[in-house]
RNA sequence: CGGGGUGUAGCGCAGUCUGGUAGCGCAUCGGUUUUGGGAACCGAGGGCCGGAGGUUCGAAUCCUCUCACCCCGACCA
């Protein structure tokens, strides 16, 4: 490609909008211009590396046996109303009507376009197991969209669906597409690490999710140093059940004046937050119910809501709190509780703990299960913290870290093949439903997040297998006739062979052209013209580490050849 | 959804408090000189000041209503 001839807008300057580095380079080296929020258009360098990402995820389904299908982006009310999701998904769904007043979405996700299809195609045993993926653009009308093409509303997305006969099958296809996602992420270049989760609103069982490590990340996964457990923050389990410690106090009620929050209890009591109790108040559609946690700990909203097993799960406001319980927030307390009360697993060797006294004002201190207050039912309803023991192995301890999500493969069993009736015929010769599995990679996302993972300060430091360009050919001057000659012979002679080349041939000053090739960020540099040109030499250029060669002219093309063949060979 | 902020030339901003008919830097176009890390000088073009309504002799500026975008929060007892 020529840059005289291409629209490559950079910027100088960090635009104010960006937030975060991929953000920021996307937009000042010119892939992408933001439409509206959350929503972008693709310039032809962003568009070169999306579909560099595309392919790579497309060469790995089909070598893992799934077939390439594209379904409707716009999807009538009627299938999402068969599942039960046109009321359950929420405002994230686009809705629109079309002009005989019927209702469609712009699809947020496709199992239900996909089970539609195939419940009409397959109809025997024989046909399954069957894998269907497209690369398609969704949309999600998210409550925040932010950080550019890492959280947007429109975004590219693979999403791959399998049928199975049995559990076994299902197994069996879940572990070939988990396979295929490494393979993926690795030939992007990207440290990653695959969590288990849980499986959210798209529902099933087996679940894990695919993360790109990075600060910038908006989710947090837990690992253990020891055993090969991970997950993410919303699934991490702690381990280490404590012993009970006996009682040693006796039951207060102290005055604590304008003590509300926990870091007040343990401020007064002089106290570590962890020898304090907090109570939560919250609601389902079965009614109200008291949480208790440690004073250091953090609900985990997911795991109540699983356990509580009830729809419309809620914090209760503290006004409400107020009116149902008589007690502001501050100073709600189990003993004496009149609704149900789970406490977190954390909870059940602790004595002698400080909590609200149910009583606006008062605290309780030396409280102990049995003797002041019945023994609760137990569950984990918290998220764990760095530090704390190891579910799995029992002896490692967790560490917290940012991920950014990129891929999320689900066992989603008879969820949609049910509700949607699909069925085959057996070996038996009876209906059968099969089962599902659903894997989505955000396509797009990858973009952002494999420049999170390759930057510089000067600009983006592309691995090989998503560079837009293998090599920029930095010509000086073109007005420099025996250099320009030579960028040509260079540029025709790597492109007949393969490699992918940008030649620089704008009538632009050389600071201009080495900033704007450092932004753009192909992995290999040849600058030709100006001194070296008199000593028959050109210099070749690492963008990875900045060092430069001084080579032959007749050698160049050659040696190039043979850089760009080693750095997709060692994938690096 | 709640709170905060911003909309003025392609981009970044000043002007708004205190109304008088729009300016700066970068970018763009023409010219001259320059040419190994975002050039200098001379000249030029480009804006119904987000939109609608109102107040006024007069509105970017004051009032009302809208739309868009950005940030923070929605993990707290």
Same mark, same amino acid.
């Given at each position: 490609? +020529?840059?005289?001839?291409?629209?490559?807008?950079?910027?100088?300057?960090?635009?104010?909008?960006?937030?975060?580095?991929?953000?920021?380079?996307?937009? +000042?080296?010119?892939? *992408?211009?933001?439409?509206?929020?959350?929503?972008?258009?693709?310039?032809?360098?962003?568009?070169?590396?999306?579909?560099?990402?595309?392919?790579?995820?497309?060469?790995?389904?089909?070598?893992?046996?799934?077939?390439?299908?594209?379904?409707? @982006?716009?999807?009538?009310?009627?299938?999402?109303?068969?599942?039960?999701?046109?009321?359950?998904? /929420?405002?994230?769904?686009?809705?629109?009507?079309?002009?005989?007043?019927?209702?469609?979405?712009?699809?947020?996700?496709?199992?239900?376009?996909?089970?539609?299809?195939?419940?009409?195609?397959?109809?025997?045993?024989?046909?399954?197991?069957?894998?269907?993926?497209?690369?398609?653009?969704?949309? +999600?009308?998210?409550?925040?969209?932010?950080?550019?093409?890492?959280?947007?509303?429109?975004?590219?997305?693979?999403?791959?669906?399998?049928?199975?006969?049995?559990?076994?099958?299902?197994?069996?296809?879940?572990?070939?597409?988990?396979?295929?996602?490494?393979? *993926?992420?690795?030939?992007?270049?990207?440290?990653?690490?695959? %969590?288990?989760?849980?499986?959210?609103?798209?529902?099933?069982?087996?679940?894990?999710?695919?993360? =790109?490590? $990075?600060?910038?990340?908006?989710?947090?996964?837990?690992?253990?140093?020891?055993?090969?457990?991970?997950?993410?923050?919303?699934?991490? %389990? #702690?381990? /280490?059940?404590?012993?009970?410690?006996?009682?040693?106090?006796?039951?207060?009620?102290?005055?604590?004046?304008?003590?509300?929050?926990?870091?007040?209890?343990?401020?007064?009591? !002089?106290?570590? $937050?962890?020898?304090?109790?907090?109570?939560?108040?919250?609601?389902?559609?079965?009614?109200?119910?008291?949480?208790?946690?440690?004073?250091?700990?953090?609900?985990?909203?997911?795991?109540?809501?699983?356990?509580?097993?009830?729809?419309?799960?809620?914090?209760?406001?503290?006004?409400?709190?107020?009116?149902?319980?008589?007690?502001?927030?501050?100073?709600?307390?189990?003993?004496?509780?009149?609704?149900?009360?789970?406490?977190?697993?954390?909870?059940?060797?602790?004595?002698?703990?400080?909590?609200?006294?149910?009583?606006?004002?008062?605290?309780?201190?030396?409280? !102990?299960?049995?003797r002041d207050l019945p023994l609760p039912k137990f569950a984990?309803?918290?998220?764990?913290?760095?530090?704390?023991?190891?579910?799995?192995?029992? #002896?490692?301890?967790?560490?917290?870290?940012?991920?950014?999500? %990129?891929?999320?493969?689900?066992?989603?069993?008879?969820?949609?093949?049910? #509700?949607?009736?699909?069925?085959?015929? !057996?070996?038996?010769?009876?209906?059968?439903?099969?089962?599902?599995?659903?894997?989505?990679?955000?396509?797009?996302?990858?973009?952002?997040?494999?420049?999170?993972?390759?930057?510089?300060?000067?600009?983006?430091?592309?691995?090989?297998?998503? $560079?837009?360009?293998?090599?920029?050919?930095?010509?000086?001057?073109?007005?420099?006739?025996?250099? @320009?000659?030579?960028?040509?012979?260079?540029?025709?002679?790597?492109?007949?062979?393969?490699?992918?080349?940008?030649?620089?041939?704008?009538?632009?000053?050389?600071?201009?052209?080495?900033?704007?090739?450092?932004?753009?960020?192909?992995?290999?540099? =040849?600058?030709?013209? /100006?001194?070296?040109?008199?000593?028959?030499?050109?210099?070749?250029?690492? +963008?990875?580490?900045?060092v430069a060669e001084k080579v032959a002219i007749d050698a =160049?093309?050659?040696?190039?050849?043979?850089?760009?063949?080693?750095?997709?060979?060692?994938?690096?």
């Amino acid at each position: 490609m +020529r840059l005289s001839q291409t629209l490559l807008p950079t910027l100088k300057e960090d635009p104010v909008e960006a937030q975060v580095v991929s953000h920021k380079l996307m937009l +000042r080296s010119g892939m *992408i211009r933001q439409l509206g929020a959350g929503i972008y258009s693709w310039l032809p360098l962003g568009l070169r590396v999306l579909r560099k990402v595309e392919n790579i995820v497309r060469e790995e389904m089909d070598r893992a046996g799934a077939q390439e299908v594209l379904l409707p @982006a716009v999807q009538p009310a009627e299938l999402w109303q068969e599942t039960g999701r046109w009321s359950k998904y /929420g405002a994230e769904l686009l809705r629109f009507k079309d002009r005989g007043d019927r209702d469609f979405c712009f699809g947020p996700t496709h199992e239900e376009v996909i089970t539609d299809l195939v419940r009409h195609e397959l109809r025997s045993y024989k046909q399954l197991p069957a894998n269907f993926y497209q690369i398609q653009t969704k949309f +999600r009308d998210e409550v925040r969209p932010r950080f550019g093409i890492m959280r947007g509303r429109e975004f590219l997305m693979k999403d791959a669906y399998s049928f199975d006969l049995d559990q076994e099958s299902l197994d069996n296809s879940y572990k070939q597409m988990f396979t295929a996602y490494q393979n *993926i992420f690795k030939r992007c270049g990207l440290q990653f690490r695959a %969590v288990e989760a849980d499986s959210g609103a798209i529902g099933g069982s087996d679940s894990h999710e695919f993360h =790109v490590l $990075a600060d910038s990340g908006e989710d947090a996964i837990a690992s253990c140093d020891s055993c090969d457990y991970a997950a993410n923050l919303e699934k991490a %389990v #702690a381990g /280490g059940s404590p012993e009970a410690v006996p009682a040693g106090a006796d039951m207060q009620k102290v005055a604590t004046p304008e003590i509300k929050s926990i870091d007040d209890v343990a401020g007064f009591f !002089n106290i570590s $937050a962890d020898k304090t109790v907090k109570a939560l108040l919250v609601q389902t559609d079965k009614g109200e119910f008291m949480l208790l946690l440690r004073g250091d700990h953090e609900l985990n909203e997911i795991k109540a809501e699983n356990y509580l097993d009830g729809d419309g799960f809620k914090l209760v406001e503290p006004g409400a709190v107020q009116k149902s319980t008589g007690v502001s927030v501050g100073s709600l307390g189990p003993v004496g509780a009149t609704t149900p009360i789970i406490a977190d697993n954390s909870l059940a060797g602790m004595s002698d703990f400080i909590c609200g006294a149910n009583e606006d004002g008062f605290h309780l201190t030396g409280v !102990n299960w049995e003797r002041d207050l019945p023994l609760p039912k137990f569950a984990d309803l918290r998220n764990v913290q760095a530090g704390d023991l190891c579910s799995r192995c029992g #002896a490692g301890t967790l560490r917290l870290d940012r991920g950014i999500e %990129v891929g999320h493969v689900f066992k989603l069993g008879d969820k949609y093949s049910k #509700a949607m009736q699909m069925t085959v015929l !057996n070996q038996g010769g009876r209906e059968q439903t099969p089962l599902m599995g659903c894997y989505g990679i955000g396509v797009s996302r990858i973009v952002a997040a494999a420049i999170e993972q390759n930057h510089d300060d000067s600009g983006i430091v592309w691995p090989i297998f998503l $560079a837009p360009f293998h090599v920029e050919i930095l010509l000086i001057n073109p007005k420099e006739e025996a250099a @320009a000659k030579l960028a040509e012979e260079i540029y025709e002679y790597l492109k007949a062979r393969g490699i992918e080349a940008l030649l620089d041939d704008r009538n632009e000053r050389l600071g201009v052209k080495f900033k704007d090739a450092d932004l753009i960020g192909a992995p290999l540099r =040849v600058v030709i013209g /100006g001194r070296g040109i008199k000593d028959g030499a050109v210099e070749v250029q690492s +963008r990875h580490d900045g060092v430069a060669e001084k080579v032959a002219i007749d050698a =160049v093309g050659d040696l190039l050849l043979k850089r760009a063949e080693d750095l997709l060979k060692g994938g690096v």
